[in-house]
């Protein structure tokens, strides 16, 4: 996921999510450095108060058919938009579990994995206090294969449940109530039927992601939903002010006792939107801010401040987040059609100095040897194909390749970036490491909000703008094989815009393998088929992994209820409440 799901909610009977409530239980929760990664910090359940959020970029878009951001998931999970199931809000392993928020329950399976049904709750509202029925889950669905209007979210649904209709999406559908795609059947306003052409033992995580949350027909503005999507939360847009800020509060048509996940503590969310990351971390440490929702950890400049200060770095943690810190290499642009220009670049890389970049070892992530994380089945420690654990380059391996490919004395090309954060430094050390073997890269850097979807994710602009390489951070969609490496290799994936493999990877053996994996319903076994795909793609050249990201997060002492949830890598954004 440059991106991650979806969650579950709760309304008080009154509908003012529970201010009329004001018991406050406390209990001593875990203390000190790393707490919220072994359980939850200052636990409470008192309610009001204004969370306050900061992030230097805009989302990529509210809109859940079109999100991909992995804090843009867990912020919409946890406020806003509610799907048939969730993962739980929890620390642990008990947060990788998937339960009910929408529905009753997992659904009921038959037909050896190709039928699911599902039976949602009662008392299901948006924002409006229209009720939330089997249909409008159907539609929110179906607006997920309208790619030509809604780019940038993951291809899943389509993929799976398209079989062969070509369904253009609701907005070309000649169906008179929008409902036409066959695969979903709403046979009565609280079931939801999905037939699969094949078992896929995964299936139940593609429908916690937001882009099966549902959405209102006659609400539905198309490409302009995501300036102000509704509602089936416990809290709901005020505003949103693109670049500047967005303000949630409380909706009080959500149901608390339909929800088992969220605590909806504060009345309001203010998200200040544009902030330089440096900035966000002084406001961080002197307490007038409470997280950085992007949850990427903070600048060099911080990190000293934090770490070597004792009564600061109580407040900090240092998760495993699941991303993989990578960049591409693009098949499409010369000469990287060339597998020994690929192989050069591998070569040429000094992981170390980029890891530097993003914070070192303590706060930046491990080196990185291969495209599956360690968070992941399927994870090989010891597949290492350009021998790289150290971190430093092999000059002499590169300047061999590169003799192979026809170009001994180096070449041109073009390395893309985002604009913000860590990545332009990053950035800027895999092009002096390329230097060394006289690849002379310039930097292209990008704003961040359009980076994923149409800068990378445009193959015509990688090609016209001679993107030969292009730095990525990705992180499972859900914890499998399939949630994490999938779309970024299979080569029948491609698409004009929102495209996630970077490389235009299309390997037949690759591509049969992904197939044969998603059908395997012992995980185990799946896990092992995708330790086989993912040494296939480190022998094809075409990413350079360089680290297992860390992120140093910093959190206002104020803040409470806070745990790192291991479903998404960051701090359970539902879950965060204020002390004062």
């Known amino acids: 996921m440059a991106g991650s799901t979806a969650i579950a909610l709760v309304l008080s009977a009154c509908g003012s999510g529970g201010e009329d409530k004001p018991t406050t239980t406390e209990t001593k929760g875990e203390t000190g450095f790393n707490a919220a990664t072994k359980g939850v910090v200052n636990p409470s359940d008192k309610k009001g108060g204004t969370l306050k959020l900061q992030t230097h970029d805009d989302p990529d878009s509210w809109d859940g058919a079109r999100a991909y951001y992995a804090w843009v998931w867990n912020f919409s999970k946890g406020y806003y938009a509610r799907t048939l199931l969730t993962n739980e809000a929890k620390p642990g392993d008990d947060g990788l579990k998937l339960v009910g928020d929408l529905a009753t329950d997992l659904p009921k399976i038959e037909d050896g994995g190709k039928k699911y049904t599902f039976t949602l709750k009662d008392g299901l509202k948006f924002e409006d206090g229209s009720p939330i029925t089997s249909k409008d889950v159907k539609y929110g669905i179906e607006r997920n294969f309208a790619t030509d209007i809604l780019s940038g979210g993951p291809p899943y649904l389509k993929d799976v449940l398209d079989q062969g209709q070509n369904y253009p999406g609701p907005y070309k559908d000649t169906d008179p109530d929008k409902l036409g795609l066959k695969s979903v059947q709403t046979p009565d306003d609280k079931t939801i039927v999905f037939t699969l052409k094949d078992p896929l033992s995964d299936f139940n995580y ?27 939360g416990p809290y709901k847009f005020q505003s949103y002010d693109a670049g500047k800020k967005a303000v949630l509060v409380r909706n009080e048509n959500w149901d608390a006792k339909t929800d088992t996940v969220r605590k909806a503590l504060p009345d309001s969310i203010e998200l200040t939107i544009g902030t330089a990351p440096e900035e966000i971390d002084n406001q961080l440490i002197s307490g007038t801010a409470d997280i950085d929702v992007a949850q990427t950890g903070v600048q060099q400049g911080a990190q000293a401040k934090v770490l070597l200060d004792a009564d600061k770095k109580k407040n900090a943690d240092t998760p495993n987040t699941g991303f993989i810190r990578y960049f591409s290499i693009n098949t499409k642009v010369a000469p990287f059609d060339n597998i020994h220009c690929r192989k050069a670049v591998q070569y040429a890389t000094d992981k170390t100095t980029m890891q530097t970049a993003r914070g070192g070892a303590d706060a930046g992530g491990d080196i990185a040897t291969n495209m599956l994380p360690p968070t992941i089945g399927g994870h090989d420690p010891n597949l290492d194909p350009y021998n790289t654990k150290s971190g430093k380059p092999q000059i002499d391996k590169a300047k061999e390749e590169l003799k192979l490919c026809g170009k001994p004395d180096g070449f041109d090309t073009v390395i893309a970036t985002r604009n913000s954060g860590k990545e332009p430094k990053t950035a800027e050390a895999l092009q002096a490491a390329l230097k060394n073997v006289g690849i002379n890269a310039r930097l292209d850097p990008t704003d961040a ?120 890598g960051m701090y359970d954004f539902g879950s965060l409440g204020v002390s004062s």
Not at 555 to 568: A, E, G, H, L, Q
């Open 206 to 232: 593609l429908l916690a992601m937001p882009g099966s949350a549902p959405v209102p027909k006659d609400k539905d503005t198309g490409v302009k939903y995501g300036d102000k999507p509704v509602s089936s």
């Open 449 to 568: 909000s359009l980076y994923f979807r149409s800068t990378i994710g445009a193959p015509s602009n990688t090609h016209a703008k001679g993107y030969g390489l292009m730095m990525a951070g990705w992180g499972a969609d859900f914890p499998t094989g399939y949630g994490f490496l999938q779309v970024l290799v299979d080569g029948r994936g491609i698409t004009p815009s929102g495209n996630n493999n970077y490389a235009e990877l299309d390997n037949a053996e690759v591509n049969s393998l992904i197939d044969k994996a998603k059908a395997e319903t012992d995980a185990a076994k799946a896990a092992e088929i995708w330790g086989q795909i993912n040494k296939i793609v480190m022998d094809e050249a075409v990413m350079v992994p360089f680290v297992y990201d860390k992120a140093l997060n910093y959190r206002n002492p104020r803040v409470t209820n806070v745990f790192v949830t291991k479903y998404y």
